[in-house]
């Protein structure tokens, strides 16, 4: 079965300094992966996603996230972050052609202090 | 485009009632997916109907049910509510291929006393 697992539940940060968020997964089949984020009572709007092809995905809002398929991690990345950035993240996967569900992971806070 | 709307946005129901709630789809979109969000359990992917038919459905009880009309309308039930049912419901709509994005609407706010 799979499953997605993000060890920061929490991760503090100054303004305008870099952050990673850690994502890793598990699965027997090939999966297709995506950063969501979250505000304060608001739903999820999609940050990216990997189906296929480049291994570093590009996104909005300046995130990016590389793919790594010997370390099944999808980790995601800002260089600079802005206060506007404080959210919850998740992570998550749709697993091969004919699954139209997604696991999420547990969730990041990012809390960006000025 | 308007985007993915639910109704009601809040709600507060009583142990052992039911409830129906509601998710029109951004325009031309025919999958509709509910997931359940607690701080317990996270999110939790429910069911996802496709052209009024379901082809996923996540491990719920059968409490949980939902359905979909001619117009990619949704609509989930809960029913015998339990204390544990509080959540926040979350409704995707997509164009219904495997890798399309799902777009998320703000959620119902379910509350169980």
């Known amino acids: 079965a799979q499953s997605v697992t993000q060890l920061d539940s929490q991760v503090p940060v100054f303004e305008e300094a870099p952050v990673e968020l850690r994502c890793n997964y598990s699965s027997s089949v090939s999966v297709y992966l995506f950063w969501y984020v979250q505000y304060p009572n608001q739903g999820l709007q999609l940050l990216l996603k990997?189906?296929?092809?480049?291994?570093l995905v590009k996104g909005i809002n300046g995130f990016e996230a590389e793919f790594n398929k010997s370390q099944t991690s999808f980790h995601l990345r800002k260089p600079s972050v802005h206060i506007s950035d404080t959210a919850e993240y998740f992570c998550?996967?749709?697993?091969?052609?004919?699954?139209?569900?997604?696991?999420f992971g547990s969730g990041t806070r990012l809390l960006v202090r000025p | 485009k308007a985007g993915v709307t639910q109704t009601p946005r809040y709600l507060i129901k009583t142990r052992g009632q039911q409830v129906t709630l509601s998710c029109s789809p951004i325009s031309g979109h025919r999958s509709v997916s509910w997931y359940q969000q607690t701080p317990g359990q996270g999110l939790q992917f429910l069911f996802e109907?496709?052209?009024?038919?379901?082809?996923n459905k996540g491990n719920f009880p059968g409490r949980f049910s939902g359905r979909q009309f001619s117009n990619s309308r949704s609509e989930m039930n809960v029913s015998t509510l339990e204390l544990g049912d509080s959540a926040l419901y979350l409704c995707a709509s997509s164009l219904g291929g495997t890798w399309d994005e799902q777009y998320f609407g703000p959620g119902t706010r379910l509350t169980v006393t």
């Open positions: 990997y189906l296929s092809g480049s291994t």
């Open positions: 109907y496709f052209s009024e038919t379901q082809r």
């Open positions: 998550a996967v749709s697993e091969g052609d004919s699954s139209y569900k997604l696991i």
